[in-house]
Structures are given as structure tokens and as C-alpha cells.
């Protein structure tokens, strides 16, 4: 049977797991009694299981999530910005003094629907697209 990381190993340090396996007699890097035999292809998926089992710590997840929250808040920094820059046009034409001077009813509607039909293609929808979301541990 495979080793198996034990209950708890999620929440140990890089430092606890270390100390761990060497308590219980494991070498660090662990490598299986066959490595001489496995193939290519074989090391390759051990390897990736590998950096998986030490790089998932409680360190690394937290410094994860603070990534996380910088991306996202910037994200939203930016949708702010571009409903502001939304609210600034729909304003000057709405504006009794603005480019339409208060008149033309029909033009504002259609420049209105234009603005916002092209926001919701051109910014909206990207931007919801490129939305940063944490990433998934198993």
C-alpha cells in the first residue's frame, strides 16, 4: 500500500511535516522503494503528487488567499471606475445644458441604449470573465 499523508496533515507546517517523517523513519524527499525501476512517465506522476503533498501548508494557502484578496480588489477598483466613467457619459447626456442641450428626447434614449448596450459588451462582460477566484485545493 502507498503512503498516505496522516489526519492533520493539511494543517502541519513545512517544518512539523518535515519533522514528522523524520520521526517515523521516512526519508526526506520521500522517494518509493521501486524509484530505480518506475518509468519515466511513472516518476512524473509521483513527482507532481509529490510537490502537491508539500506545497498544500497553511503558509502557502494564506499567502494564496492575500493574492486572492489584492487581485479581487483591484477587479473592483477597476468595475468602479468603469461604472463611474458610465454614470459621467449617461450624465452629460442627460444634463439639461449638455451636448444635446436639454432637447432631443429620441437621440438621448438611443444614445443611452447605445452607451449601455456597449458598456455591457465591451467592459461588463469581460470583466466578469476575468473575475480572479481562488484557487481550489484538493
Known amino acids: 500500500m502507498a503512503w498516505q499523508p496522516p489526519d492533520g496533515w493539511r494543517e502541519m507546517s513545512s517544518?512539523?511535516?518535515r519533522a514528522y517523517l523524520e520521526e517515523h523513519g521516512f526519508q526526506v524527499p520521500l522517494r518509493p522503494a521501486?524509484?530505480?525501476d518506475m518509468e519515466r512517465e511513472q516518476r512524473m506522476v509521483y513527482l507532481d503528487?509529490?510537490?502537491r503533498i508539500w506545497s498544500d501548508t497553511p503558509e502557502r494557502r494564506a499567502a494564496e488567499g492575500r493574492e486572492h484578496r489584492?487581485?479581487?480588489q483591484a477587479w473592483w477598483r477597476l468595475m468602479w471606475w468603469w461604472i463611474g466613467c458610465l454614470a459621467a457619459a449617461l450624465g452629460l447626456v442627460w444634463w439639461p445644458?449638455?451636448?444635446f442641450n436639454g432637447s432631443g428626447v429620441a437621440m438621448q434614449v438611443g444614445f443611452t441604449v447605445f452607451v449601455l448596450v456597449g458598456y455591457y459588451m465591451a467592459l461588463f462582460v469581460p470583466m466578469r470573465i476575468t473575475k480572479p477566484v481562488p484557487s481550489i485545493h484538493d
Open 97 to 99: 445644458a449638455g451636448p
Open 49 to 51: 503528487w509529490n510537490a
Open 70 to 72: 489584492k487581485k479581487l
Open 15 to 17: 517544518a512539523r511535516r
Open 34 to 36: 521501486d524509484w530505480d
